[in-house]
T-cell receptor, first 113, second 111 residues
């Protein structure tokens, strides 16, 4: 099993550009989530999904969109990048929302100039 | 709203010394509690978790944590620290569909 994979590992965007961060898991997990990690702030939940076709907002959803068309994939879209979105982004999955034992991807470091 | 507090931003210990990292949470019921470790440039790895039952839980790499309901705490301990334990440690609370992380404690280990 590859576990949770994320692409790209690094990305530089200009303000106003859009892009999609990819996340995939091969563990047949129902629950997937996206976090951003900023210095001194820990990880903050952006969006999550409890299954294919079901998504919801987390703590800091503004400026981001998600969709879950398959169990395996959970892409995160930045609609119009802003410097405030410079961060490290982590995708995570768990067997189901009751389990809560999350497996994390290696992260994507995004810089918006 | 749920919150997780890790009061120590940075801790330095000597190799072989004992370690305790503090975590306090705010939640109306008994939450699901976790400790994760993050090495530089890496994702997060689960060290241990508490859902219910025995309040002293054992994890990987020789770590343990104790849930104290009266103090709303879930402190992480290790009796003898190794140089490879240097990393960032995060306490987290699972509540419903969401997860809340503390701001992390950075651990430095002195030879």
């Amino acid at each position: 099993n590859a576990g949770v994979t994320q692409t790209p590992k690094f990305q530089v965007l200009k303000t106003g550009q859009s892009m999609t961060l990819q996340c995939a898991q091969d563990m047949n997990h129902e629950y997937m989530s996206w976090y951003r990690q900023d210095p001194g702030m820990g990880l903050r939940l952006i969006h999550y999904s409890v299954g294919a076709g079901i998504t919801d907002q987390g703590e800091v959803p503004n400026g981001y969109n998600v969709s879950r068309s398959t169990t395996e994939d959970f892409p995160l879209r930045l609609l119009s990048a802003a410097p405030s979105q410079t961060s490290v982004y982590f995708c995570a999955s768990s067997r189901d929302r009751q389990n809560h034992e999350q497996y994390f991807g290696p992260g994507t470091r995004l810089t918006v100039t | 709203a749920q919150s997780v507090t890790q009061p120590d931003i940075h801790i330095t210990v000597s190799e072989g010394a004992s370690l305790e990292l503090r975590c306090n949470y705010s939640y109306g019921a008994t939450p699901y509690l976790f400790w994760y470790v993050q090495s530089p440039g890496q994702g997060l790895q689960l060290l241990l978790k508490y859902f219910s039952g025995d309040t002293l839980v054992q994890g990987i790499k020789g770590f343990e944590a104790e849930f104290k309901r009266s103090q709303s705490s879930f402190n992480l301990r290790k009796p003898s620290v190794h140089w490879s334990d240097a990393a960032e440690y995060f306490c987290a609370v699972g509540s419903g569909n969401q997860f809340y992380f503390g701001t992390g404690t950075s651990l430095t280990v002195i030879p």
